[in-house]
């Protein structure tokens, strides 16, 4: 099946800083990549929606620009967490939808990626 | 809104029990049902769906079924066994176009010899 990616799979970083969260398709094109968060004990919450080449549609309550979500390509969407505080401290998973078409045909389905665990300190 | 809800864990059985993972869903339309695992140290995957009312989604001897009437569609297998140890999430996908999903708080499961 599809494989989908994400790199860092864990990240500690001081209060204040950016960090950046990689999330590729390895063996298909995604035009639609989607960012979730997920707390302890509670359901993945959707972020924003990525699009390739264009603006991220971003989730009511989801601050844009404290979350910069960057789809330049169509294997690769960036998330990064800018001036990073505690309460960002959180697990973080991307999926990618294989869409129906192009080669090999796909199924439509969503890939998601192992996620990545933030700590802010 | 879309909404899910299902049975809070951690479920503990012993191997060959049967296992029933209740889900419930507010949503208007008709929309697609899923189930999906996440194994330790892995992303999400799915494990089976229904895209319409009375179909069984199956896979690897779990069993759902898309029941409209009571806005449900629990998780069922026979004979679990300890490699199915994992958090299994029920997802919901809407009428409104796109491909976002609504997801449960997942539900996990812990099987022991």
């Known amino acids: 099946g599809a494989v989908v990616s994400q790199h860092p799979s864990w990240v500690i970083c001081k209060s204040g800083t950016s960090v950046k969260i990689e999330c590729r398709s390895l063996?298909?094109?995604?035009?639609?990549m989607f960012w979730y968060r997920q707390f302890p004990k509670q359901s993945l919450m959707l972020m924003a929606t990525?699009?390739?080449?264009?603006?991220?549609?971003?989730e009511q309550g989801v601050e844009k620009d404290k979350f910069l979500i960057n789809h330049a390509s169509l294997t690769l969407s960036t998330l990064t967490v800018t001036s990073a505080h505690p309460e960002d401290s959180s697990f973080y998973i991307c999926?990618?939808?294989?869409?129906?078409?192009?080669?090999?045909?796909?199924?439509?389905?969503?890939?998601f990626g192992e996620g990545s665990r933030l700590t802010v300190l | 809104g879309n909404s899910v809800t299902q049975m809070e864990g951690p479920v503990t059985l012993s191997e060959e029990a049967f296992l029933t993972i209740n889900c419930t869903y507010t949503?208007?339309?008709?929309?697609?049902l899923f189930w999906y695992v996440q194994y330790p140290g892995e992303g999400l995957q799915l494990l089976l769906k229904?895209?319409?009312?009375?179909d069984k989604g199956s896979n690897k001897g779990f069993e759902a079924t898309y029941r409209k009437e009571t806005t449900s569609f629990h998780l069922e297998k026979g004979s679990v066994q300890v490699s199915d140890s994992a958090v299994y999430f029920c997802?919901?996908?809407?009428?409104?176009?796109?491909?976002?999903?609504?997801f449960g708080t997942g539900t996990q499961l812990k099987v022991e010899l």
């Open positions: 997802a919901l996908r809407g009428t409104g176009g796109g491909n976002k999903l609504t």
């Open positions: 999926s990618a939808h294989t869409g129906t078409s192009g080669f090999p045909r796909h199924t439509g389905e969503l890939f």
């Open positions: 229904a895209t319409k009312a009375d």
């Open positions: 990525s699009n390739e080449g264009s603006k991220a549609t971003y």
């Open positions: 949503a208007t339309g008709y929309p697609s």
């Open positions: 063996d298909f094109q995604a035009t639609t």
